[in-house]
């Protein structure tokens, strides 16, 4: 099918990507359970596809400049969705931020990406300067729960935040294998993982809203408690 495919993009000039399916088992390139033979070699689905130009498996060539009049009539077509899932994102009363390292073609620059359970965002910049999460979440309300990891561009954003549980953890095991981690900085990190589990089980029951009333005093006083004790 697929050499039926680039047989008519060739014939009509037609640019054409493809997305190759294969039992992935590691992910990250190491088992090579994935490779797909291409002209010229093999290459692996998980490390560097899945999405391969028809050029690398038959031959075809697409040059840059219809792959930017790709993306301006993706971009076209798709620009009201794009512009709807931000609405939904900035409405929404708990949503998700977090920004990475991103390089392309060797510049150096940062992916961010902006969630909710139903929807997912995303901007590629040059700059991981907090003005990007200020423009994107513009119009939040002061009552919308952010959550975040510690980077403090997100600081100063008008609404309630929340840390990531991920990154929480992941910083208090890293203060609690220091060389000279003190007891009460090893016991913070235990607190920390058991308060985590209590509130996956209680997130799985059944919402009673006087239930979780009694629980969220119960851990904001635990909270209080740990933010007292000098580590």
Known sequence: MLKAISGLAKKHRIPCQVSLEEYIACGIGTCLGCAVKIRGG?????KDGPVFNLKEIFGIKIS??????????TRKYLGREYEAILE??????VKFADETGHRTNGQN????????????YYRIEESRGGIIAKETLEGSHENDVLVRDDYAGYKNLPMKQQSCWAHLLRKSHEAAEEKNASKEMKN???NL???????????????EKKERQKYYVKYE??????????Y
Not at 65 to 72: A, C, E, K, R, Y
Request: proline share 3%; glycine share 4%.
């Open 109 to 120: 620059g940062y992916a961010w990406g902006f969630f909710t359970e139903q929807d997912a």
């Open 64 to 73: 840059k400049g219809t792959l930017v009049d790709m993306l301006h009539r």
């Open 193 to 207: 993982k058991t308060m985590f589990e209590e509130l996956n089980k209680i997130l799985e029951m059944p919402f």
């Open 188 to 190: 913070l990190h235990e």
């Open 88 to 93: 939904r994102i900035r409405s929404s009363p």
């Open 221 to 230: 006083n635990d909270i209080k408690k740990i933010t007292l004790i000098n």
């Open 42 to 46: 093999y290459k692996l689905v998980c």
